[in-house]
């Protein structure tokens, strides 16, 4: 198998040749999932918040939450069990490179559940 890896100097107006094998090439990807996280082409980490806020908003707006009128301690396993497992999964690999938006976006989800599981908790501060 021969490869060619076309490797040059890198320009801000050129995108990087394609790798280049005998059978053919590979494609290059903006993002690609890896062992559950999104990795994005530049490491801004904008697919992977946008992801995991996606699904953790799902799972606190099911149907399921919102008809099963549960009990505040269940409402905290659910949250601890199921929303925040989604939220923290890999975090010391990119939670120290988020921007500011990426950090509230993920703290909103995290108001929301509070919201939800301690009903009087709408004019208290989280922090």
């Not at 801000?12 to 082409?41: C, M, Q, W, Y």
């Not at 601890?80 to 993920?106: M, S």
Request: include cysteine.
């Amino acid at each position: 198998m021969v490869v060619n890896f076309n490797l040059g100097p890198p320009s801000k107006t050129s995108h990087p040749s394609p790798l280049l094998f005998s059978t053919g090439h590979i494609e290059r990807a903006n993002s690609v999932k890896l062992l559950g996280i999104n990795l994005d082409a530049d490491f801004s980490w904008k697919s992977h918040i946008e992801g995991i806020t996606s699904k953790a908003t799902q799972r606190l707006f099911s149907k399921a939450t919102e008809a099963c009128g549960c009990l505040q301690d269940q409402l905290i396993y659910f949250y601890t069990g199921v929303i925040r497992p989604v939220l923290e999964y890999a975090a010391p690999v990119w939670n120290h490179l988020l921007t500011k938006t990426q950090i509230d976006q993920l703290e909103a989800i995290e108001r929301r559940a509070f919201v939800i599981i301690y009903s009087y908790t709408n004019d208290m501060s989280i922090h």
